[in-house]
C-alpha cells in the first residue's frame, strides 16, 4: 500500500521526545520500598505528626490491605508492585525560605526548565506559588499578603503542624479512607499536597497554584490536598503537572478534598502533563486521582481541566451537591495518543433541591490510543427541580483509535431535568486538505481545529493556564491525523 | 499564467488525465466541460495538490514556477485557489477565524504583517456582500449547517478574500437553483480581472449564460478534444457530448 | 373476504397488525365498509358542492388540475399551456410516449396493488430542461359522495436544470365516505428542483392512503412538506430515493388530529450515493382519542459517504385520551458520514402555560400559541406566503384557537 504523508507525519511525531523529560539530581532522602505499618510509623514521625494523625492511616492502611485493586474494563495496563515503590522521598535541603535566594539553586533551575521561574510569577498577576518536589514542599511565597487576609495556603504537612483542628476537622470528609482502593493508600501513605482555606466572605485575591513533579525512579506520589472555603468566600486554584522521562511506570494516586460551604465558590483548574509513555506504551505515569469537592447551600464547585499526559488516566472528580441551590461544574479536555489510555469522567451526585450541575467533556483520541468517559448523574429523592446538561464529545484523528462514553443517569426524583448529548466526529483528510488548500500548513490547522472543538472548556481556564493549556493541545497531537 | 503540458495523472491504478495541454493567459476564463467520468474534478485535485492523485508525467508551469513541486498549501500561497465541489465543515472553527489564518500565512509568505483587525473586518464586510453573504453565517463554523446554495457562496466569499491569481471552481453550480446561480455568478464576474484568471469547470451548461468564458474546452476520457469559443458551449447544450465520443483525430478533421 | 374486498379484488391479501409497516395503523376498519368507485362521477353528474371552493388556495396564482372521485374536471381546471411545461391528465394524452412506473409499490404492498388494478386518471406532468415554471401547480382532488373510491396516479418529471412547485390537496365533503388511494411518482433530474406541499383536509370518513415516490438525480433538491388537517383515518408514505451525489432532500410534516383521527405518516430516505443531505422534521400534536405514528426510515448505503442526514420528530399529547407510537429507523452502511435523529414525545410544558397565564392568556389560548410555535419551523419551510396562511388559518378555525 502506498505511504500517504499522513503515514510519514505519524513517524515524525512518535519520535518527538517528551519536551519535559529530564531530572534534577538533588540528594534525596529516601527510605528503602515497601509497604507495611512500619513504614507508615516512619512516615508519620519524619514528619512530626500528632498522634490522631498516625492512627487515621494507620486505620486507612488496614482498610486497604483488605480491599482489592480494582478492574477497568477498557484500560488495560500491568498492575504496580506496591512493595517495590519507595514512598519516602525528600530533598535534604531546608524547605523554609525567607527570599528566593535562599532557595537551592539547583532547583532554581529546575523551576527555570519548567518555565515557571518564580520571578516571573511575581512579576504576572502575583500568583502565589506553592512548589511541591518529590513529596516536599518547597517555596511558599505571598504567604504573608494572603496572611493579611486570613487567607491559609502552604504544604499540608504545614498546616498539619500550624493548623492541627482545621485538618482534622476536615480530612477525610470528602473523600474516606475507605472510599476506594488509591483513596485507601493515599490516605495511609501520603506525604505532602497543598492546604488552603478560605475564611468567611474572603474572596482570594490571586490564584493560588501548585507544581509537581516526581523525581526519583521508583517513587510514588501520594499527594493529599484539602481546600476549605468558609461561608461566601471565593478562590481559584490551578493545579499544573510534569514529570521526567522514566522507564519504570511511576505511580500517581492523589487525592484533593475540597469543602465549599454555604455560598462560596471554589475554582479548580488542572493543566495535566505527566509522561505518556514512548510510542510503545512503556514507561509513562500512572494516574488514579480521586477528586470530590461538597457543595452546601447555593454553594460552586467548578472543576476544569486539560490533560494530555500520563500512560494511564483514572480520574474522576466529582461534586457532591449536598445544599439546596448548588452547583457542580465539570469541564475537560482529554487528549490520549500513542499508546495511552483513559478512563475518566466525573460523578454529579444531586441532594440538595434545584442543585445544577454541567458537564462539557470533549476528549480527542489519536494513534492507538482509548479514551472512555464515564458520566454518573445521580438524582435523590429529595432533590427537587434539579437540573443536569452534558454534552460530551469525541473527536477521533485516526482509525486505530477508539473513543467511547458511557452515561449513566440514575434519577430517582420526577421533577429532575436532565439532558444529555454525546457527538463523535471526526478530523478527515478532507478536512486538512480544504485547510491547506487556503495556505494554511498542517499544523496550524489542526491547531485550529483542535482548538475550536475545545474552545468551550479551554475558556473557562485562568487566563495564564489557557495558554499553556493551548499550546501542549497543539504539541501533542502534532501530526496525529491519519 | 498557466501551461500545463502532456499532464498524465492517475488515481490507484487508474489513469484519468491522459496528456492533457491546456495555456491560461492572465485575465482569461477558460470553462472546462465534459461527461462524468472525463477527468475534471481529476484536474482540479491534481492543480491544487491533493494527495491521492499521483502525476505520472508532463509539466504544471505556473506564472514561471513549477507547480507540482509546490505542496498544497505553498500553490495556494503562490495564488492558486480551489473553490471546492463539496465543500467541507469544520465544526468549532469559525468562518472569520479560518480567513484570518489563511490570509495571515499568504501575507507571511510575502513578507508582510499579519492583517490588522479593523482592516479585516472591512475586507469581510466587503466581500461578503459582493456574494450576499448573511452576516450570521461568517460567525459560523465553516459550512456547519451551511445550506448548498450558502457553502458555494461561502466558497466564492473566500475567493474574494484570498484574491487569488488563478481561480479554479470545480463544478461550482452543481445543485444551485437559479437564484443562487444568480449571486454566485455575479460574484465571480466581479472578480474578473486582467490580471486574474479562471478555469470554471462545469457540467451543466446553464452556468456559461451568467459567466461568460473567453474559452470553452471539453474533456473527453482524460484530453480536451475540442476548444473552442462560447459558441462551443451552445453547441454542446444542443447536441449533448455524445458527438465528441469519437478520437480527438475525427473530431478535428486531421 | 370482507365486504371491501367483494369490490376490490388483489392478488396480495390486505395488510394485519402482524405486518411490521401496518402494526399501528389497523385497517379492519376499511375493510367493513361498503365502497366503490362512484358510477355518478364517472357518468359526470352531481357536479361540484358548495361547501367545498375548488380551489383551496384561491389567493395564490396558480394552475390548477380538479379532480373529483379521480375524474378530471375540465371546466374548473386550469393547466399551463406554454412550450416548456407538459401539463396533461393522462385520459387527454396522445400515447407517444411508454411511461415506465419505476417503483414496485404495487407488487409489494395490497394498497399498491388496487392503485394498480382500479387506477383512474391523473396528471402528467413534465418540465423541459432549465425551465422554471412561473406559477405553481396545485392538483386539487375532491372525494364527494357516500362510499366512493378513488385511484389517481400522478407523474412528474422535472428535466436537467428546470424547476417546479406544485400543491397536492386532497379535500373530502363533510358526508362523504369512502378511499383516497392516491399515487404519485415523480423524478427529479440533475440539478433540477422540486417543490411539493402536501394537504389532506378531508371531511367525513374517508380512508386516506397517499403515496409519494420520489427519485432525485445528481444534484438535484427536493423540498416536500405534508400537512395532515383534517383526516378520519390518514396514512403518509413517502419515499425519497437519492440515485445521484450531491442530492439535496428537505421533507417535513405537522399533523393536529383530534376526537378520534388517527394518522400514520410514515417516511423513507435512502442514500445510495455520496455527499448528500437530507433533513427531516415531523411535529404532530394529539388531542382527544387520536392516534398517531412517525416511521421515519433512514438509509445510508455503503458508497454514500459524507452523507449528512438529520431527523427529528417532536410529539406532544395533549389529552389523556390520545397516543403516539414513533419509531424512528436509522440504517448507516457508510462510515463517513454525519446523521443525526432526535424523537420527543412529552405534554405541554407546564412552566411555559404558567408563565403566559400570569400574563393574562387563558389556559386554551396558551396552549394554542405553544402549537403555533411548533408549527412554525414546519410552516416556515411552505414556498409561499398565501398558502402558509391558508393552512393556519384552517388549523385554527379547526382547533377553535
Known amino acids: 500500500m502506498e505511504r500517504t504523508d499522513e503515514d510519514k507525519l505519524i513517524d515524525e511525531v512518535t519520535g518527538k521526545s517528551y519536551e519535559f523529560g529530564f531530572t534534577t539530581d538533588i540528594e534525596s532522602d529516601t527510605i528503602a520500598p515497601g509497604l507495611d505499618e512500619g513504614v507508615i510509623r516512619i512516615i508519620s514521625s519524619k514528619k512530626n505528626e500528632p498522634e490522631w494523625l498516625l492512627e487515621w492511616r494507620l486505620a486507612a492502611f488496614k482498610v486497604w490491605s483488605d480491599m482489592e485493586e480494582p478492574n477497568w474494563a477498557h484500560v488495560e495496563y500491568e498492575k504496580p508492585d506496591f512493595q517495590a515503590i519507595s514512598y519516602y522521598s525528600a530533598p535534604k535541603k531546608k524547605k523554609e525560605f525567607a527570599s528566593l535566594d535562599e532557595v537551592d539553586p539547583e532547583l532554581l533551575k529546575t523551576m527555570d526548565k519548567l518555565g515557571i521561574s518564580i520571578e516571573e510569577q511575581k512579576r504576572l498577576s502575583g500568583v502565589a506559588v506553592d512548589f511541591v518536589m518529590d513529596s516536599v514542599s518547597v517555596a511558599t511565597s505571598f504567604k504573608e499578603k494572603l496572611g493579611e487576609l486570613g487567607v491559609i495556603f502552604c504544604s499540608l504537612g504545614e498546616a498539619i503542624q500550624e493548623h492541627p483542628e482545621l485538618v482534622r476537622k476536615h480530612l477525610g470528609s470528602v473523600v474516606p479512607q475507605k472510599d476506594n482502593y488509591y483513596a485507601a493508600l493515599n490516605s495511609a501513605v501520603f506525604t505532602d499536597g497543598s492546604f488552603c482555606y478560605i475564611p468567611k466572605g474572603v474572596r482570594c485575591p490571586m490564584e493560588l497554584s501548585t507544581y509537581f513533579r516526581i523525581n526519583q525512579a521508583g517513587t510514588g506520589q501520594f499527594e493529599r490536598t484539602l481546600i476549605i472555603a468558609e461561608e461566601g468566600s471565593y478562590v481559584s486554584y490551578l493545579e499544573g503537572c510534569t514529570a521526567p522521562q522514566r522507564d519504570e511506570n511511576q505511580l500517581h494516586a492523589a487525592v484533593v478534598e475540597i469543602i465549599s460551604l454555604d455560598e462560596a465558590e471554589v475554582k479548580y483548574s488542572t493543566v495535566q502533563n505527566w509522561y505518556p509513555g514512548d510510542k510503545q506504551g512503556k514507561g509513562g505515569v500512572f494516574n488514579f486521582v480521586t477528586k470530590r469537592g461538597i457543595c452546601h447551600r447555593a454553594s460552586k464547585i467548578s472543576w476544569t481541566q486539560v490533560e494530555t499526559g500520563s500512560a494511564v488516566t483514572w480520574k474522576y472528580p466529582s461534586c457532591i451537591l449536598k445544599g439546596d441551590d448548588s452547583i457542580g461544574e465539570f469541564f475537560s479536555v482529554a487528549v490520549t495518543n500513542n499508546m495511552q489510555q483513559a478512563d475518566t469522567g466525573t460523578k454529579m451526585i444531586h441532594l440538595g433541591k434545584r442543585s445544577r450541575s454541567t458537564i462539557i467533556s470533549k476528549g480527542i483520541s489519536s494513534g492507538h490510543s482509548q479514551n472512555s468517559y464515564r458520566g454518573l448523574v445521580q438524582i435523590h429523592p429529595g432533590a427537587e427541580d434539579s437540573r443536569n446538561f452534558s454534552v460530551c464529545d469525541s473527536l477521533l484523528m485516526t482509525d486505530t483509535c477508539g473513543a467511547h462514553t458511557f452515561p449513566y443517569i440514575e434519577a430517582k426524583n420526577p421533577t429532575a431535568q436532565i439532558e444529555h448529548e454525546a457527538t463523535t466526529s471526526k478530523i478527515g483528510d478532507d478536512q486538512i486538505f480544504y485547510c491547506l488548500q487556503r495556505g494554511i500548513e498542517e499544523e496550524e490547522a489542526i491547531g485550529l481545529i483542535v482548538k475550536g472543538y475545545a474552545k468551550d472548556v479551554l475558556n473557562k481556564l485562568p487566563m495564564e493556564f489557557a495558554v499553556e493549556a493551548q499550546k501542549l493541545l497543539t504539541i501533542s497531537l502534532e501530526g496525529s491525523v491519519g | 499564467m498557466l501551461k500545463i503540458k502532456n499532464l498524465r495523472a492517475k488515481v490507484g491504478n487508474n489513469e484519468i488525465l491522459k496528456g492533457l495541454n491546456l495555456e491560461v493567459k492572465p485575465g482569461e476564463l477558460h470553462a472546462i466541460m465534459g461527461p462524468n467520468g472525463s477527468g475534471k474534478s481529476t484536474l482540479a485535485a491534481v492543480l491544487s495538490g491533493r494527495d491521492s492523485y499521483e502525476v505520472i508525467s508532463g509539466s504544471v508551469n505556473f506564472d514561471g514556477i513549477d507547480l507540482l513541486e509546490l505542496e498544497t498549501s505553498e500553490r495556494a500561497r503562490e495564488g492558486v485557489f480551489l473553490a471546492f465541489q463539496y465543500p467541507i465543515e469544520i465544526p468549532g472553527v469559525s468562518n472569520l477565524n479560518f480567513m484570518k489564518a489563511a490570509l495571515n500565512a499568504k501575507r507571511a509568505h510575502k513578507g508582510l504583517e499579519p492583517i490588522k483587525a479593523k482592516d479585516f473586518l472591512a475586507k469581510v464586510k466587503d466581500c461578503s456582500s459582493l456574494v450576499e453573504l448573511d452576516g450570521r453565517l461568517r460567525d459560523r463554523s465553516v459550512n456547519e449547517g451551511f445550506s448548498g446554495g450558502e457553502k458555494k457562496r461561502n466558497e466564492i466569499f473566500q475567493m474574494a478574500m484570498l484574491e487569488p491569481k488563478l481561480a479554479i471552481l470545480d463544478e461550482t453550480d452543481s445543485g444551485l437553483d437559479i437564484d443562487a446561480l444568480r449571486v454566485v455568478s455575479k460574484g465571480v464576474n466581479a472578480m474578473r480581472s486582467s490580471e486574474r484568471s479562471f478555469i470554471v469547470i462545469t457540467h451543466y451548461q446553464r452556468l456559461l449564460d451568467h459567466i461568460v468564458p473567453d474559452f470553452v474546452h471539453v474533456l473527453s476520457d482524460g484530453c480536451i478534444v475540442k476548444s473552442g469559443g462560447k459558441e462551443l458551449a451552445l453547441e454542446l447544450e444542443e447536441k449533448g457530448y455524445d458527438w465528441l465520443k469519437k478520437s480527438p483525430h475525427e473530431i478535428h478533421n486531421i | ?401
Not at chain 3, 412552566?351 to 412554525?376: H, P, Q, T
Request: glycine share 6%.
Open chain 3, 1 to 401: 373476504m370482507s365486504v371491501f374486498t367483494e369490490n376490490f379484488s388483489a392478488t396480495l391479501p390486505p395488510p394485519t397488525r402482524r405486518s411490521e409497516r401496518w402494526k399501528y395503523s389497523s385497517i379492519a376498519k376499511l375493510l367493513k365498509n361498503e365502497i366503490s368507485i362512484s358510477k355518478e362521477a364517472a357518468q359526470g353528474k352531481n357536479g361540484w358542492p358548495e361547501s367545498v371552493s375548488h380551489n383551496p388556495v384561491i389567493s395564490l396564482e396558480a394552475y390548477i388540475a380538479v379532480f373529483k372521485n379521480g375524474v378530471f374536471e375540465p371546466t374548473l381546471s386550469n393547466l399551463p399551456t406554454s412550450d416548456g411545461v407538459e401539463c396533461v391528465p393522462f385520459s387527454k394524452r396522445e400515447q407517444n410516449e411508454e411511461l415506465k412506473f419505476s417503483n414496485t409499490y404495487s407488487k409489494k404492498e395490497w394498497i399498491g396493488e388496487l392503485n394498480e388494478s382500479y387506477r383512474q386518471d391523473g396528471l402528467y406532468l413534465k418540465v423541459h430542461r432549465n425551465v422554471k415554471v412561473d406559477r405553481p401547480i396545485i392538483i386539487h382532488h375532491l372525494t364527494d359522495g357516500i362510499g366512493v373510491a378513488s385511484f389517481p396516479r400522478h407523474f412528474i418529471r422535472v428535466e436537467e436544470g428546470g424547476s417546479l412547485k406544485t400543491v397536492v390537496w386532497s379535500s373530502a365533503t363533510d358526508d362523504s365516505s369512502g378511499m383516497y388511494n392516491g399515487i404519485l411518482e415523480a423524478t427529479i433530474a440533475p440539478n433540477a428542483s422540486l417543490s411539493m406541499e402536501k394537504v389532506c383536509n378531508e371531511g367525513g370518513e374517508v380512508f386516506h392512503f397517499s403515496y409519494e415516490h420520489i427519485v432525485q438525480e445528481r444534484d438535484s433538491r427536493l423540498k416536500m412538506n405534508t400537512f395532515t388537517i383534517k383526516g378520519n383515518w390518514v396514512r403518509n408514505e413517502l419515499e425519497v430515493i437519492s440515485l445521484g451525489k450531491g442530492t439535496d432532500s428537505v421533507f417535513n410534516g405537522a399533523y393536529l388530529p383530534k376526537g378520534t383521527e388517527h394518522v400514520d405518516n410514515h417516511t423513507t430516505i435512502d442514500h445510495t450515493c455520496s455527499d448528500g443531505t437530507s433533513s427531516e422534521m415531523y411535529r404532530g400534536v394529539l388531542y382527544g382519542n387520536s392516534t398517531g405514528v412517525f416511521n421515519g426510515k433512514v438509509f445510508v448505503r455503503k458508497d454514500a459517504q459524507k452523507t449528512n442526514a438529520f431527523q427529528q420528530n417532536t410529539n406532544i399529547v395533549a389529552d389523556r385520551g390520545a397516543s403516539i407510537n414513533a419509531k424512528p429507523e436509522l440504517e448507516i452502511y457508510a462510515d463517513d458520514v454525519k446523521c443525526a435523529h432526535g424523537c420527543t414525545v412529552g405534554q405541554f410544558d407546564l412552566d411555559s402555560i404558567f408563565y403566559l397565564k400570569s400574563r393574562g392568556i387563558d389556559e386554551k389560548y396558551a396552549k394554542a400559541l405553544l402549537v403555533e410555535a411548533l408549527l412554525n419551523d414546519v410552516l416556515s419551510c411552505v414556498f409561499c406566503l398565501e398558502l402558509r396562511e391558508e393552512i393556519m388559518r384552517l388549523y385554527t378555525e379547526r382547533h377553535e384557537w
